[in-house]
């Protein structure tokens, strides 16, 4: 029963609680990049930030709270485990920690957000693109070389007051992906309410005629730092729910980090491009695309790579899927670049009263003026 149970988790519930993750990431790089038009190739800066301040804060809070001694980094593998205990004992105290884990990775995301859009938002798109990759890599290299801050590059735990709130056996894995479900619709909505909105036009005015759009009297500089705040609030949010179902904090460069370039930047403009930019169903779509990818050649090399890996030991396996996914970019680029699911016009007003002044263009004259006698 158990070994069943565990293959039902790691064939369900990981995967979905993965796509929940990137749904929200993806989400807030259509925000960027979509609908504002900023190429933030720096987003696992914001999304590393929240999640490993948030933890990292939250370690250190409990070990205060609850008065224990020792070396917080040498002692962390008894530390987290007492912690753990202690929150799965006492709920409230578990939720007062997850709301403080999420208002701090909200706030240190936007923070990171104000710092790399000061100097930056004024630059050109790929200058900016640029700003923001280095500032990913420098955060993910201050992380390992700065010791007190993880442990450096052995890395530290978080606490998971989400699983504590789980008490029976599978219970917690369930729970934490009814709370990512939760947190994942919520910023859909929020998305796609901004994307409705006039600011949701307004961005894309900015985006495609920046020149129109201040003749207009719009603040462009200030309309692409608010949506970089805003996306990077909600990537640190992302950081920090990730943390939930992996709760070790390895800093790095490399794809074994807990937050890399390729899962935190490359593959959620993947989703973008794959579903459509500008369009939330088109990044809903893309994330399950991504994922069923994901997925299958996870199993595959699970079940198959003993036998392949002498035939793809030049390339190695891990590197495949990474190669398929930019085949298939490259294909949609190609064949079909505005995504899965195309950007649609929002109208701004009824579809009816749309028909009803092209029918009164289309009128003959002769028919207007017979019109305006009956009338």
Known sequence: MAAELSFILSILIFPAELFCFLLIVSLTVNLEFGYAGIP???????????????GSLAYRLMVYVMNLKGDIFAYQALFIGEIDTHLAQYPLEAIELVLFMVVVAAATGALFGFLASYPAIKLREDYLGMLLLAAGEFFNIFSVAYTPFLGGSLGSFAPDPIAALGTD?????????????????LIYIYSERIGRAPLGRTL?????????SEALGKDNVALRRNALLVGSALAGIAGVLYLSFVPLMSPGTTTEATF?????????????????????????????????????????????G?????????FGLNNIEFILIGVLVIAILLRRPQGMIPEKATLTIKRSKLREMASSLLKKPEDKKQATEKG
């Open 40 to 54: 933030n190739f720096g987003k696992v800066l914001f999304v590393a930030g929240g999640g490993y301040l948030a």
């Open 260 to 304: 890399n370039r390729v899962t935190d930047t490359f593959i959620p403009f993947v989703i973008v491009i794959i579903g459509g930019a500008a369009n939330n169903r088109g990044v809903l779509v893309g994330s399950f695309v991504y994922l069923l990818i994901y997925n299958a050649f996870s199993q595959i090399t699970t079940y198959l």
């Open 204 to 212: 894309r005015a900015v985006r495609d005629n920046e020149t129109a």
């Open 169 to 185: 056996a599978g219970d917690s894995d369930l729970f934490i992906l009814v709370v990512l479900a939760v947190f994942a619709v």
């Open 306 to 314: 003993p036998s392949l890996s002498g035939t793809l030991g030049l």
